[in-house]
């Protein structure tokens, strides 16, 4: 059983080093690395050599960075497991969203603050922790002279904040060298921070901007108000019309894509034991919302969805002003699930903008380019078999089969380019606020988390 | 004959100190006396200070600054035209409005520029040009020894443009000293730079801020959407109920106290020589918008409106980012017409807004207080036909009588506080961009509304 000595040698070393693990994860957190600001890009660069050079400490073999025209990624293996043992594809980000607004950070996004039991910084969850869980389990096996239980590929972008550019083109032409059995991700929310998940379906997205123009400058509302037809007004109507009240996307066409869920996924999605009140309170929301035809966890993961994301027009600052705006703009986002296609479901967009604007306006639609498609993983493989034994063993609990609501595009380019299922294992919790201030994560999922892969690497290993 | 050789000498010491009324207007003009940024209060100060000498510098007695909570009034007066000679109270504002933004304006807005006629500068049209015309028309007759045919009293306050929070209650304190027999204002438009106007009706005004709130935070568009009313959703379709898209208002009671139009009215209002594709191609509209059962010119001037005068929610940043804003919020104004009544229209305003917000989000509707009620002047008097004469004399056409959209609140107030009527004697024109980037006025408009106010005062003086 030299495996299962491995495997406790594993982790008794993850055990035994918990607090230089946690103080070298800080370290990483203290670089900020905003991929969506050019201010930034040297510290993205700097965190990129960090990681490498942490891969390289861990163990892990041809470690380099891969430049890109933005970004750089970083990739390192370790192929020694044997002909026969499996090969699991591991990706992360390094990058952070930005920390705006920092007036309501408790402590500084990038001086992480211990406190209450969670580490507070930006990227703490999202995802450098998660990512840097991986890390340290490699490291584990490798550190104690024992030999990893399968072969491990490593793969960080730090672009996943400005929609990863540069990481598709790189998949579909470096196919051999990611060649892989299954991809394994932790970038996505447990149930609970007690309640461990596996994300098996992923919503796609589309993404427009709407900018409604009238006059050629902005007007006197006294002198042209109730004569010109507004812009914010006439923007206000159009997106009125997109969804009703209930939620139902009104765009003719939308829902033709969408394969209806089966009666096992009903049933499995619904087994996910939400507490309402408890997530509306989490959130200061007095009531859900959405289609009543459908639960809310129906809702959330599987579900297709219109949310604006943004809108601005005409005189923003305090008080008021009496302008007439020449223009207005919104950026509107759909959640998409199989088989919606983002193009298609652009052009019925587009096409029903064009046809519900008003005359006395141009409205302009402009696809951002960041689409993609939903993805739903096969979860009847070994290796979520292993993911379910691994958290299991950890948490004491069996984890959830759930589909979410985010996106991640590189799952749908592993499926596409390589032919990989991936495995999502996530370690974040809802509440811990990525991509708003005071993003934090759980100090106990970090180490619990190298405690799952270990043991995950272990039992896939054992099984493929 | 007499006052027919004052006349002359005012007529001839205009023409001959143009270029010297010009420079000193332009000094005028240097100073950013922007009253709605705190940081540009001493600024504000300097202005009144520099108007206060340039009234004494005119002949005007009496002149000083009179200190309010915010910025001064400056007052001055000349009132030796007898006791039988009718009275004049002067009004215009010193103060104006933020230029922002900047980088729109061709020439910097507080350094004048001279380009093909035009006089391009923040305050040229609004209001400090118009207002400087009365001191230099005084100044004819003054400093050409000849005695005024007319007593005046002139006030200038430079609070205009943040709603005039002093001037209301400066005016019904000092029923006195402004005591009067007509108001005179240079704060409207001409019908174009060649035809001049005498507005005999102005709109009120009702002003709202909405916000719209639902959760506690922002939240990640993926995980919550489909599931969490958007805001912004929330507040485009309070928007798109609160007007039709024709124009007409849909808030029960809005239309209650709307004294309907006589005949008389519609004949006058609809005289005006309004030529539509000219107007529809100075502000770079294709088409004009607005309550089909009434004419451009009573939607312009006559008519009730709503407009979205400024909306702003989640990220407004280039490119998307996938947030499901906490909070919307918008600006809305309504210009109101004879006899509606500003506190009953926003009690309207909230009521409805309260009954068609959703369940799941908060609404919260605040009167900005600075709201006005329309008011309509008597076009049947010596004043308005002195002033109707002054126009021909000097532009070579008889002025058309307008209802114009604007607001101009210390209209009301003269009437209520003191029984005056005020004679709207503009000469800005439609297309000087007052309120945006770019504002200009039309260098011979100066000159020739100096000629004109020099004419009106005699001519008045005769009739009166």
Redesign the interface.
């Known amino acids: 059983m030299i495996a299962t000595q491995a495997l406790e040698a594993a982790l008794n070393h993850a055990t035994e080093h918990q607090e230089a693990n946690l103080q070298q994860l800080l370290a990483f957190l203290r670089i900020p690395s905003i991929s969506t600001q050019p201010e930034h890009s040297a510290d993205v660069a700097t965190a990129a050599h960090w990681l490498a050079e942490a891969m390289r400490h861990a163990g892990l073999e041809n470690v380099r960075l891969i430049e890109t025209e933005g970004h750089p990624l970083v990739y390192g293996d370790h192929l020694h497991a044997g002909p026969d043992a499996p090969t699991i594809l591991i990706y992360g980000h390094y990058d952070v969203q930005p920390p705006e607004p920092l007036e309501l950070w408790e402590s500084p996004p990038f001086e992480p603050d211990l406190r209450d039991g969670y580490i507070y910084a930006r990227g703490s969850a999202d995802d450098k922790g998660q990512l840097y869980i991986h890390v340290k389990a490699i490291e584990a096996y490798l550190v104690t002279g024992n030999a990893l239980p399968v072969n491990v590929k490593l793969l960080a972008e730090g672009e996943e904040e400005v929609g990863s550019p540069s990481l598709g083109p790189f998949i579909a032409r470096e196919k051999e060298l990611l060649a892989a059995d299954v991809a394994l991700i932790s970038d996505t929310?447990m149930l609970g921070k007690e309640t461990p998940a596996i994300v098996y379906g992923l919503?796609g997205?589309a993404?427009v901007?709407v900018d409604v123009t009238?006059?050629?400058?902005?007007?006197?509302?006294?002198?042209?108000?109730?004569?010109?037809?507004?812009p914010?007004?006439a923007?206000?109507?159009i997106?009125?019309?997109l969804?009703d009240?209930k939620?139902h996307v009104l765009i003719p066409g939308f829902y033709d894509g969408v394969r209806p869920l089966t009666e096992e996924e009903r049933r499995i999605v619904n087994e996910l034991p939400l507490d309402e009140k408890a997530w509306l309170g989490e959130?200061?929301?007095?009531?859900?919302?959405?289609?009543p035809e459908y639960t809310?966890v129906e809702?959330?993961g599987a579900?297709?969805?219109?949310?604006?994301?943004?809108?601005?027009?005409?005189?923003?600052?305090p008080?008021?002003?009496?302008?007439?705006?020449a223009h207005?703009?919104?950026?509107i986002?759909m959640?998409l699930v199989p088989d919606q296609q983002p193009e298609q479901v652009i052009e019925a967009f587009r096409r029903y903008v064009e046809e519900i604007a008003?005359?006395?306006v141009?409205v302009e639609v402009t696809d951002?380019g960041?689409g993609s498609v939903a993805s739903v993983t096969d979860y009847n493989t070994d290796a979520v078999r292993a993911a379910m034994d691994a958290y299991e063993q950890v948490y004491g609990r069996r984890p959830v089969l759930m589909r979410?609501?985010?996106?991640i595009p590189v799952v749908g380019d592993f499926k596409r380019q390589l032919g990989l299922e991936t495995v999502l294992m996530g370690f974040s919790a809802?509440d811990e606020?990525?991509?708003?201030?005071n993003e934090r994560f759980y100090l106990a999922n970090y180490y619990r988390g190298i405690e799952t892969v270990i043991r995950f690497l272990h039992g896939y290993g054992a099984r493929a």
């Open positions: 929310a919503r997205l993404y901007l009238s006059a050629s400058r902005d007007l006197h509302s006294g002198h042209y108000g109730g004569a010109v037809k507004n914010i007004n923007l206000a109507h997106i009125a019309q969804q009240e939620g959130i200061g929301v007095r009531q859900a919302w959405g289609e809310l809702r959330i579900r297709p969805t219109l949310d604006v994301n943004g809108i601005v027009g005409g005189y923003t600052g008080g008021g002003k009496t302008v007439l705006p207005a703009h919104a950026k986002s959640r008003p005359p006395e141009r951002t960041g979410e609501g985010g996106s809802p606020q990525i991509h708003a201030p």
